[in-house]
């Protein structure tokens, strides 16, 4: 089912994404967004609340990448909020977003790491100041502290728009659109779906 709310006959309904949209390679596509995520470090993790159905979303700071750099890895207190709605609904959205407005978008299906391999592998000390000490011997913010967990995000589509353009050259593509009513050719607007993103794992893990 889609929602319309109109009928433009033989034209575009959506003229911005008909004037970015930009159909890479897949090899180029991939990179860029790795590159994207890398300089972000930061993004915005959705899940849905088991108790309400809702939605909630909160900073969350990148761990690792797997996957060819394709599948997202986040530190976790185990005993938190998200991962009561993550064992309830592992569905899951990664944002990110910088000052230039470039952002990316990448939805998948996320699991509970909590195997001390894992947790070792991509331990971080600064995890102790998130979990505190709570002076029992156990609960120490270490590497072996049961509280400390890893979602990992097993990515299935991803969409994404970055620009090459300065903010200036972007500015007056914006102009020149308000006047002429045009589109502004701003972004590289690409999509990567799962057959994409498994055929990258398949030769890049």
Excluded at 55 to 78: P, V
Aim: charged residues 30%; contains cysteine; negative net charge.
């Amino acid at each position: 089912m889609s929602f319309s709310n109109t009928d433009t006959g033989s034209k575009s309904a959506d003229p911005y994404k008909a004037a970015n949209i930009d159909a890479a390679e897949l090899k180029e596509k991939v990179e860029d967004l790795v590159s994207f995520i890398d300089s972000c470090k930061f993004g915005m993790m959705t899940t849905r609340i088991e108790s309400s159905g809702l939605l909630a979303s909160r900073c969350m700071a990148l761990a690792a990448k797997e996957g060819g750099g394709i599948d997202l890895l986040f530190h976790t207190n185990t005993e938190s909020g998200k991962t009561d709605d993550l064992k309830s609904d592992d569905t899951i959205n990664i944002a990110f977003l910088d000052s230039d407005g470039q952002w990316a978008s990448i939805s998948g299906q996320a699991s509970i790491e909590t195997d001390r391999e894992t947790i070792r592998k991509y331990y971080s000390p600064t995890l102790k100041a998130w979990l505190g000490d709570l002076g029992d011997g156990k609960h120490d913010g270490g590497p072996e502290d049961p509280r400390i967990g890893v979602i990992k995000v097993n990515s299935k589509t991803a969409t994404y728009a970055v620009t090459s353009k300065t903010k200036l050259g972007r500015g007056y593509e914006v102009a020149k659109g308000t006047v002429t009513g045009q589109s502004p050719n701003v972004n590289k607007l690409r999509e990567l779906t799962e057959e994409e993103l498994q055929e990258w794992r398949k030769t890049n893990s």
